[in-house]
């Protein structure tokens, strides 16, 4: 009997104990759940201000990639017309320095000719001027002959000073033309 009293007794005590005890454990709960829930709140409050500073940096990145893509395209753009300028320009060039050359190569020619004829021109003088001289003199007429030959005086000697300046390929001096006519006019020689 008293161990049946005891054991009712106890089950009151602790019945007695939960029911004092459970107001203080639902408040500790639920303070508990309120601070996890914060602290869920403020991770996802980080979390998401996390996020939406990645897309701007993403958006700023991705802006100024494209900017700069843009700017090395216009760059790009810019070089090869001016590349392409140049290469005209230097076409150009090179075509001009052929013909100089071209002409270079034609008046060394017409240069060395001219060198030749400078070099020869004393000889041609002299020989020009005893020309002259064997045309100024006539011919010579034998004594009781009346039918010479006097080619050189009735008609145009191959060699006259004028036949030879009339030449496309020759030509005398100012000079010798002038001392061809005072010849002339001091014998009186007409050719």
Do not use: W
Request: glycine share 4%.
């Amino acid at each position: 009997m008293r161990v049946h009293e005891n054991s009712s007794a106890h089950t009151f005590l602790a019945l007695s104990i939960m029911s004092l005890s459970s107001p203080h454990i639902y408040a500790a709960v639920h303070r508990r759940v309120a601070e996890l829930e914060q602290r869920l709140e403020a991770a996802e409050n980080t979390v998401r201000e996390q996020a939406e500073s990645l897309i701007r940096k993403d958006e700023q990145l991705r802006a100024a990639t494209q900017e700069i893509t843009e700017a090395k395209d216009k760059e790009m753009y810019y070089l090869h017309e001016k590349l392409c300028k140049s290469e005209e320009t230097i076409q150009r060039f090179q075509n001009m320095v052929k013909e100089r050359d071209g002409m270079i190569g034609q008046l060394q020619h017409r240069c060395q000719l001219l060198d030749n004829i400078c070099k020869s021109r004393p000889l041609l003088d002299s020989m020009l001027s005893h020309m002259a001289e064997a045309e100024r003199l006539g011919p010579v007429i034998r004594i009781g002959d009346p039918t010479a030959n006097t080619s050189l005086t009735d008609g145009e000697s191959n060699c006259s000073p004028n036949r030879i300046s009339n030449h496309k390929d020759f030509s005398l001096s100012e000079d010798d033309m002038d001392d061809q006519e005072l010849d002339e006019i001091r014998f009186g020689t007409t050719v």
